[in-house]
């Protein structure tokens, strides 16, 4: 089929194979290219939450201890650091919540909002009002009366949870990253030895099918333009553009040559545009 083409066919579709070639490459370097950026964005979002999150924790065990720092020596001092630890809890706790989408997640976060509050509520802010108007001792009295319940583990529990999750969520992004990276180098050695290896397969047809007979048709030529014309003439039988060219080299071949040779193609005795054989 390849060899029945005219010339120009047979170049189009040359570059047409190399531009096809070149085209599902580019194709798989953008799919490979296009994992990496959406698991790098993943990362970076888990990053993101992950910080949040042990900010959320930090200012929780920050209020706790300030409170607690309160509790025993009345200072004011630990009552700035105290409210700075709860503002900051609350503008963390805005910022993080749209981030997240796993259901479980949610819930965690909104756990440890949640109980924050109420640890706030029931011992926080009231026994630091207690020590305030002047009831140090009746606030250190009913934490001790309290024990376990005036810790702040039910609000920092869920957010090691949280915690948790978005670790592993980093390093399954992480091993994305990197098997997206060797599937873009898997493409880049084989598609590149495949593209090469194409357009050396193409050069290879188009240099038997063109260039050889060309070489040897402009050898003929020569030889008949001597008064040489015993030469065997070669691509007489040929479809193409080729044919035309060494359709007036067989005409000019003795008779005795001509009878062995192989007549021209029917494209080559065709009229032209002008009315005239190409003969």
């Not at 490459?25 to 964005?41: G, H, Q």
């Not at 997206?180 to 880049?188: E, F, P, Q, R």
């Amino acid at each position: 089929m390849f060899r029945a083409m005219t010339i120009p066919h047979k170049l189009a579709v040359s570059f047409l194979v190399l531009c096809a070639s070149a085209a599902a490459m580019m194709l798989v370097f953008y799919s490979s290219f296009d994992a990496i950026r959406r698991a790098t964005d993943s990362s970076n979002a888990s990053q993101t939450v992950l910080s949040k999150v042990q900010t959320l924790e930090t200012s929780i065990l920050r209020q706790n201890s300030r409170f607690r720092g309160f509790m025993v020596t009345a200072d004011p001092t630990y009552l700035k650091s105290y409210r700075e630890a709860r503002a900051e809890f609350d503008s963390t706790y805005a910022a993080v919540r749209p981030m997240l989408s796993d259901p479980e997640m949610l819930r965690n976060i909104y756990t440890s909002q949640r109980e924050t509050l109420a640890w706030r509520r029931d011992w926080g802010d009231r026994l630091i009002a207690l020590v305030e108007r002047g009831g140090q001792q009746q606030a250190q009295q009913m934490m001790r009366d309290a024990r376990q319940t005036v810790m702040t583990s039910k609000a920092v529990l869920p957010l090691r949870a949280v915690r948790d999750y978005e670790s592993k969520r980093l390093v399954r992004e992480a091993e994305r990253q990197a098997a997206a990276i060797h599937t873009g180098m898997k493409t880049l050695v084989i598609g590149g030895i495949a593209l090469i290896a194409t357009a050396i397969l193409l050069a290879v047809l188009l240099s038997r099918t063109i260039a050889r007979l060309i070489t040897r048709l402009t050898g003929t030529m020569a030889e008949l333009a001597i008064g040489r014309h015993d030469v065997e003439i070669q691509g007489a039988a040929r479809s193409d553009e080729l044919g035309d060219m060494a359709a007036p080299c067989w005409s000019s071949a003795t008779p005795p040559w001509r009878s062995r040779l192989p007549r021209p193609s029917r494209r080559a005795t065709m009229p032209s545009r002008s009315g005239q054989s190409t003969r």
